[in-house]
């Protein structure tokens, strides 16, 4: 028993670190936008391009790739005056994500195995 409150415990403190990034990819306007810098062939795209692709407003798009900077998920260069955003590869958000959905596959499938009391 206290292995399963030690780890109910981890995984919140898990779900409390990642609010943000899930936050930001629990929106289905910022995931259409990661998409688009996903299939992106370039590193980087400026605002009005990703304008263009998602069909949004400027405003709207400029809305939505600050909460995704502010989350870690994106991040701009500057060239001159122009600004280029691109998903971040440091992996920081990316690796807390994973270790967190990891984590809850492992206690789902260990409670499988002990017959938790909602399986059958």
């Given at each position: 028993m206290q292995e399963c409150a030690q780890n109910r ?22 995931r259409q936008i990661i998409c688009i810098l996903l299939?992106?062939?370039n590193i980087g795209m400026r605002v009005g391009e ?71």
């Amino acid at each position: 028993m206290q292995e399963c409150a030690q780890n109910r415990k981890y995984l919140s403190e898990k779900f409390k670190k990642c609010g943000t990034a899930i936050s930001a990819i629990g929106d289905e306007t910022r995931r259409q936008i990661i998409c688009i810098l996903l299939e992106n062939e370039n590193i980087g795209m400026r605002v009005g391009e990703i304008t263009a692709r998602a069909h949004l407003s400027r405003p709207a798009v400029s809305h939505h790739l600050k909460v995704l900077r502010e989350s870690g998920i994106i991040d701009f260069y500057s060239c001159g005056t122009k600004n280029f955003y691109y998903l971040r590869a440091d992996g920081a958000v990316w690796n807390d994500l994973a270790e967190l959905i990891n984590s809850i596959n492992q206690t789902v499938m260990k409670a499988k195995e002990t017959k938790y009391p909602f399986e059958k």
